[in-house]
């Protein structure tokens, strides 16, 4: 039997708390109106919410139509993140081109990915975990690439094009290839 995934049990909420990040972080657009339209063209937040749809369906275990909402999540947003792949809420992907999340990614609440990220492994078809867990209020940089089963502290930042195959801990700057600490985030 398949253990119940916390983070899915409130759908609705989780989806509002997307919808909300995205709200707060438009500075262009002054009106509530504008504000909503804005969130709702924005190709990060429908791609979270069709992972959240994908994932829901896994844990129904309607594996092959999470695996469709996949498909068509890759096919119009170039975003390929795992149905398997444990999201907390308010996810941002400002800028969602060729971001791949592996399906043992745990990321936290809050956090930021930009273009080009993939979460991956580095292990080929084994059991366990394979993919990293990301804490929450971690900023992810363009490019990086975090890989293994390795852990992010919260409100951590992984510069762009970083290759990060350590663990680090909470409130980190990292960057470079391999990935080194390079300061703290005050």
């Not at 997307?18 to 969130?39: A, M, P, W």
């Not at 792949?85 to 936290?108: E, F, T």
């Not at 409130?171 to 300061?183: F, H, Y």
Request: glycine fraction near 10%; charge should be positive.
């Amino acid at each position: 039997m398949m253990e119940k995934d916390e983070r899915s049990t409130n759908f609705c909420s989780i989806v509002k708390d997307d919808f909300l990040q995205y709200y707060r972080e438009n500075h262009t657009l002054k009106s509530k109106i504008g504000s909503t339209i804005y969130v709702l063209l924005e190709p990060g937040f429908w791609a979270v919410f069709n992972h959240r749809i994908a994932h829901w369906l896994f844990l129904k275990n309607l594996g092959i139509l999470a695996l469709f909402i996949m498909r068509l999540n890759k096919f119009f947003h170039n975003v390929d993140i795992s149905y398997e792949a444990k999201i907390g809420k308010a996810l941002r992907l400002p800028h969602c081109m060729d971001i791949v999340i592996g399906s043992s990614a745990i990321i936290g609440d809050n956090v930021e990915i930009l273009n080009g990220v993939t979460l991956g492994a580095v292990k080929i078809r084994t059991e366990g975990k394979r993919h990293p867990t990301i804490g929450g209020g971690v900023l992810i940089g363009a490019g990086a690439k975090v890989l293994g089963d390795i852990y992010i502290g919260n409100n951590s930042i992984i510069g762009a094009n970083a290759v990060v195959i350590d663990s680090f801990p909470e409130n980190v700057k990292v960057g470079g290839i391999p990935a080194k600490e390079i300061g703290k985030v005050l």
